[in-house]
């Protein structure tokens, strides 16, 4: 099955600064930008996760947009320009390429506020 | 809108099953694939599998192959979730999540859109 390893396990960022996090994956999701069946979704403390982004640079509706995804292949990252108090809990990336045989998720990276 | 209501929290002994629903509203029910993600205490999410409620179709993680059932029920809007030889380590929140895909193209699942709000399940002697 294809692992996806997300860096840094943990982010302490300052309000108002950029956050971004990276997710690598053991085999390539695609190689055309755009193409990779790639998402990211947040949790929050105590409740279900949410999407952010999907095939790699695609914002679900009503995401802000100072976050964004981009990345082709093995390497992909989650870009927040400017992070907010909101934005506080466990970020995931997932693979869902391999479908139907697995569909993967990164370890995560707790955002926290500096 | 869409919403995904799941049933209530269990409590169970190791070798038992446990039955989790998930009933959709919002959208009509045999377009959209669901998947089932579950989560141990503290830990990441973990795919479990994913059903096509058009067809009727499955695919299971190759970790609960066996252990796992997956139905759906079209007059209900519901899916279901059934895991058998319970263990501790079974433990965890469990959330169906639809995907965005149309199941009536066979488009590729690419976007789990909606959450359901969890269920926890706990296996303990």
Redesign the interface.
């Known amino acids: 099955?294809i692992v996806l390893t997300q860096t840094p396990l943990s982010s302490p960022v300052t309000l108002g600064q950029p956050a971004s996090f990276s997710c690598r994956s053991s085999q390539s999701l695609g190689d055309t930008d755009g193409s990779a069946?790639l998402?990211w979704?947040q949790?929050r403390p105590g409740q279900?996760?949410?999407?952010l982004i999907?095939?790699t640079s695609n914002r679900?509706s009503g995401v802000p947009d100072r976050f964004s995804g981009s990345g082709a292949g093995t390497d992909f990252t989650l870009h927040i320009s400017r992070v907010e108090a909101e934005d506080v809990g466990?970020y995931?990336c997932?693979q869902?390429t391999q479908?139907?045989?697995?569909?993967?998720?990164?370890?995560?990276t707790r955002l926290e506020i500096k | 809108q869409v919403q995904l209501v799941q049933s209530g929290a269990e409590v169970k002994k190791p070798g038992a099953s446990v039955k989790v629903s998930c009933r959709a509203s919002g959208y009509t029910f045999t377009n959209s694939y669901m998947h089932w993600v579950r989560q141990a205490p503290g830990q990441g999410l973990e795919w479990m599998g994913t059903i096509n409620p058009n067809i009727n179709g499955r695919s299971y993680a190759q970790k609960f192959q066996g252990r796992i059932t997956m139905t759906s029920d079209s007059s209900t809007s519901t899916v279901y979730m059934e895991l058998s030889g319970l263990r501790p380590e079974d433990t965890a929140v469990y959330f169906c999540a639809r995907d965005r895909g149309s199941t009536r193209t066979l488009e590729h699942p690419y976007c789990f859109d909606y959450w359901g709000q969890g269920t926890l399940v706990t296996v303990s002697s």
């Open positions: 099955d069946y998402s979704l949790q279900p996760p949410r999407v999907y095939k679900f466990v995931y997932m869902a479908f139907p045989r697995s569909i993967t998720f990164g370890q995560g």
